[in-house]
Nanobody, 121 residues
Framework: QVQLVESGGGLVQPGGSLRLSCAAS????????MGWYRQAPGKQRELVAV???????NYGDSVQGRFTISRDNAENTVYLQMNSLQPEDTAVYYC???????????????WGQGTQVTVSS
């Protein structure tokens, strides 16, 4: 099994910044993709940003230019630097990882427990 532990959420004023972290542990051979999704009350879960183990990134339209995703492959950790936060960024942010537990094994899709980000004055 694989566990994802998120940290770094909280309350911030509009225009402020936060940095989220997510560390994966357990039976891991390699992680092909790590990323962040978010879900606001009454809305569907949406893509925030993902990054491959080769460093390719993809961002949701609403965060492009404000958020930056990065990862440390050696530590199986992904980060999300969030700048210029706005009230509409308020949501529960979930970490996701596509994990191969051993060579030749199938891919497992894992989620963290979520961390609340609230942007309010």
């Amino acid at each position: 099994q694989v566990q994802l532990v998120e940290s770094g959420g909280g309350l911030v004023q509009p225009g402020g910044s936060l940095r989220l972290s997510c560390a994966a542990s357990g039976r891991i051979f390699t992680i092909s993709v790590m990323g962040w999704y978010r879900q606001a009350p009454g809305k569907q879960r949406e893509l925030v940003a993902v990054v491959t183990n080769r460093g390719s990134t993809n961002y949701g339209d609403s965060v492009q230019g404000r958020f930056t995703i990065s990862r440390d492959n050696a530590e199986n950790t992904v980060y999300l630097q969030m700048n210029s936060l706005q009230p509409e960024d308020t949501a529960v942010y979930y970490c996701n990882a596509a994990v191969y537990g051993s060579p030749g094994a199938g891919r497992g899709d894992y989620w963290g427990q979520g961390t609340q980000v609230t942007v309010s004055s």
